[in-house]
């Protein structure tokens, strides 16, 4: 087999793992390497679906000894395996790195053998890119569950990032569909890692101060391969945030690639609209100082589909609203709906020299479509500026599209019963 | 009757122009620069103006330099010249509409608010040329020449090229490589201690040379068939790519051309 066939099929293998972040590690080329590392994160190029690729995502190998219900590479599917050597992978990582297609490895991997021996075998890969070849670019390892603290330590001196993947938010289903996995063996890893990289950043600091996974953590939660409500996602997601201090938190439409009986069928198309839900939240966490109670709660558990999670925390709450741009708190103009980080901040400097208007506010690119409901300007027509909720939600979702009607499809699917069933039922 | 004043379209020669309408009061009515390379978009002589020429004056020039930072700071002259490099038409006049309300002192907070009229079409302005230059780290590609090393074009909206060099020179200080600006004609050369500037013949002659000297090689076929299985068939969205990834890049990068024997060919969806 050769380089190229194995890198398509280990290429093809890890491409379900969603993280390809290459932010939040910052750090110059290392004296007579190459490579260097951008704290904003550089993406590289976006795949035909749309998602970015920034790392060169693989697995070292797909011989998994596992049979998890979701995932491709599990044993008992039929499906070509391969393994790289840790000299074609660095070759590779290096030969794309200095043409600048990626921004540097993302090195995940079926457990082959023990879960120690497959962590030894990515840790070692990267000890070398950063030793040997003194390579300053991104790395992000995937730490094994089961790997002893030994190998998990050194994996974080060599990366940037690390990852766990919970897949399944909660235990029960978790090990339902993946029989080897239970929460215990998921978080040992992730607490192990984020008590190790607390101890490192106390203290007094200096430039020569060791880094320990100075992009810190991420994991990924698949969304509706099993029956979980968004408010469990939520919830699930803002522990993380709090308790392992993640830096992120991925979300995956679940795309049915094996027959299963426990898991939705395989014509189920990925619940792509839940998953941009579910980020838009996930965003509302991190950049807009909302906490997930308010986002959701026990009586409405799902994101609304119409609507996005802001609107709808808006529309629940008219009590704050409108308010007046040139007063109000910048947390408070980061929660007007159609109002982001970037044009709230542009406000917020830009009204202690005058007043902020309409149009003002249009080339800033403020959503006014969304906004002028909720805010109190002299510009925004009177009969805007107190609306009931029942009377803003049709407005403020996006009309559907007339669909035009099919002739033919029509007649191949018939609505009326075939005559055989008629005459059995007289 | 106001004047169109032409000008080589530097900016120190636009900073020219702005001191010599102070200097002898001028009318202007319009600023034109002189480009080579887009000659079809200069636009016709007009009959209500009068034709004027200012040549670049660098001492003129870092005199104005110093007046917007003593009025405004250096991170103001820093934006206008970021904005100024999206070479838009009309970008001139805006940036001559606010250094004529700088430098009247009429309004005393005007330097530092970002949402005037005058500053705001200028701040997003810059803020579109640095999201280029952002963006152009990583679509930057470098094919590997035979004598090991790495040349790539690039044809970017905006004149970024100046902006993006440190950046590459910050992460591969030992090799040697060029970025070549094959719109505007000109590239950043990196010989492992210096960068220069350099001035390169026509469009045409340039592409065909530097995909003569530096073909794509077998790791740029692996990239590509790489690129082509990371895709998820299930989530095809053409749209999202189109938005993420303008469609005016493609022709610079391996991964979205049908055939890569020839580096010029048109890309397809």
């Known amino acids: 087999m050769n380089l190229q066939e194995k890198l398509n099929i280990l290429g093809d293998a890890a491409k379900y793992d969603v993280s390809c972040s290459s932010s939040g590690s910052s750090r110059g080329a290392p004296k007579g390497g190459l490579g260097s590392g951008c704290s904003a994160g550089i993406c590289h190029t976006w795949s035909a679906d749309g998602r970015c690729i920034s790392l060169l995502k693989v697995l070292f190998s797909n011989a998994c000894k596992y049979d998890c219900a979701y995932c491709i590479n599990r044993r008992s599917n039929d499906i070509p395996r391969a393994t790289f ?64 603290p030994r190998l998990l330590y050194e994996a974080g001196l060599y990366a940037d990032r690390s990852s766990v993947n919970v897949e399944i938010p909660s235990d029960r289903q978790l090990q339902y569909l993946a029989p080897e996995k239970n929460y215990e063996s998921i978080f040992r890893p992730m607490n192990f890692l984020a008590e190790r990289k607390l101890e490192y950043s106390a203290g007094k600091r200096s430039r020569y101060t060791p880094k320990f996974l100075p992009a810190g953590q991420s994991t990924q939660m698949i969304v509706g391969a099993s029956g979980e409500s968004d408010l469990q996602i939520l919830r699930l997601s803002a522990g993380f945030y709090h308790q392992q201090r993640m830096k992120r938190v991925y979300f995956s439409g679940y795309i049915p690639v094996n027959a299963d009986k426990r898991l939705p069928a395989l014509t189920t198309k990925p619940p792509l609209l839940r998953e941009h839900r579910l980020y838009q939240a996930d965003w509302l966490m991190r950049f807009y100082h909302f906490g997930h109670e308010e986002i959701l709660d026990e009586s409405n558990p799902n994101l609304d589909p119409d609507l996005d999670p802001k609107a709808m925390w808006a529309l629940r709450h008219p009590e704050f609203f409108p308010i007046d741009l040139q007063t109000a708190d910048y947390e408070m103009i980061l929660r007007v709906p159609g109002i982001g980080v970037k044009s709230a901040q542009l406000i917020v400097s830009g009204r202690r020299f005058c007043k902020i208007r309409l149009e003002q506010l249009k080339k800033m690119g403020v959503v006014l479509k969304r906004a002028k409901y909720f805010i109190f300007n002299p510009d925004v027509p009177a009969n805007l500026r107190r609306l009931y909720p029942e009377m803003l939600r049709p407005l403020l979702i996006a009309r559907p599209k007339p669909a035009q009607l099919d002739f033919f499809s029509q007649l191949q699917a018939p609505s009326l019963p075939a005559p055989a069933q008629l005459s059995i039922a007289v | 009757m106001s004047l169109s004043i032409s000008y080589d379209s530097s900016f120190d020669g636009f900073l020219s122009v702005v001191f010599e309408t102070y200097r002898q009061r001028l009318d202007v009515g319009d600023i034109v620069p002189e480009r080579p390379y887009d000659s079809d978009v200069t636009p016709s002589v007009d009959l209500f103006m009068q034709p004027f020429h200012v040549e670049t004056n660098a001492d003129s020039a870092s005199r104005l330099r110093r007046a917007v930072v003593n009025m405004a700071g250096e991170d103001v002259l820093n934006l206008l010249e970021t904005a100024f490099r999206s070479e838009e038409r009309g970008v001139e006049m805006k940036i001559l509409a606010y250094l004529r309300v700088l430098f009247s002192k009429s309004d005393p907070g005007f330097a530092r608010n970002p ?47 100046e902006m993006i060099v440190g950046h590459f020179r910050g992460r591969f200080p030992n090799g040697r490589w060029a970025i070549v600006d094959v719109k505007r004609c000109y590239g950043a050369f990196y010989d492992g201690r210096h960068t220069e500037i350099l001035d390169l013949p026509d469009t045409d002659t340039l592409s065909r040379s530097i995909a003569e000297k530096a073909p794509p090689d077998e790791f740029t076929r692996m990239w590509k068939s790489y690129y082509d299985t990371m895709a998820i068939k299930e989530r095809l969205n053409p749209r999202l790519l189109r938005r993420c990834l303008p469609v005016r890049y493609w022709k610079h990068l391996h991964e979205r051309q049908q055939n890569l024997a020839g580096p010029a060919s048109r890309p397809t969806a």
């Not at chain 2, 803020?127 to 963006?135: F, K, L, Q």
């Open chain 1, 85 to 148: 050597t840790p000299r074609e992978l660095i070759d590779l990582t290096l030969e794309f790195y200095r043409r600048n297609y990626i921004e540097g490895l993302f090195l995940s991997s079926a457990v082959v053998g023990s879960p120690d021996a497959t962590m030894e075998k990515l840790v070692y890969v990267a000890k070398e890119l950063r030793t040997v070849h003194r390579f300053g670019g991104y790395i992000h390892l995937k730490a094994i569950p089961g790997a002893s």
């Open chain 2, 115 to 161: 949402t005037s009229s005058e500053m705001l079409p200028l701040f997003l302005l810059a803020r579109a040329v640095r999201h280029e230059a952002g963006g152009m780290l990583g679509m930057v590609r470098f094919n590997k020449a035979p004598d090991g090393s790495y040349i790539a074009e690039i044809e970017p909206k905006y004149d970024i090229l």
